[in-house]
Nanobody, 124 residues
Framework: VQLVESGGGSVQAGGSLRLSCAAS????????MAWFRQAPGKEREGVAR????????YYADSVKGRFTISQDNAKNTVYLQMNSLKPEDTATYYC???????????????????WGQGTQVTVS
């Protein structure tokens, strides 16, 4: 299982960024894909989740109405569109899937087992 994130960067408050997560090494259909984030000194936080089979989504209250998770099944890629960014959104953002065996983290209705390397988002 390999997850490769991209799209992070620095942006001013109120701006937008789109993160991408390209998945490979497993069957993409019917699995949970999600975005987590972790800021220095803080616990990992589940941001958004999508069930790749049904398209069902879940959002943390802190991002609801500002972030949108979506997917391109043909590209085995999940996106996180982040609008109206705030300084408190600053963190390293990680993509995760319930496939593989690199760990076990229960959250947002799934058990996540593989993670990407992370991409930094800084909002000033």
């Amino acid at each position: 299982v390999q997850l490769v994130e991209s799209g992070g960067g620095s942006v001013q408050a109120g701006g937008s960024l789109r993160l991408s997560c390209a998945a490979s090494g497993y069957s993409y259909n019917r699995n949970c894909m999600a975005w987590f984030r972790q800021a220095p000194g803080k616990e990992r936080e589940g941001v958004a989740r999508i069930a790749t089979g049904s398209g069902n989504t879940y959002y943390a209250d802190s991002v609801k109405g500002r972030f949108t998770i979506s997917q391109d099944n043909a590209k085995n890629t999940v996106y996180l569109q982040m609008n109206s960014l705030k300084p408190e959104d600053t963190a390293t953002y990680y993509c995760a899937t319930d496939r593989g065996a690199s760990g076990r983290y229960v959250g947002m209705g799934c058990v996540f087992k593989s993670w990407g390397q992370g991409t930094q988002v800084t909002v000033s």
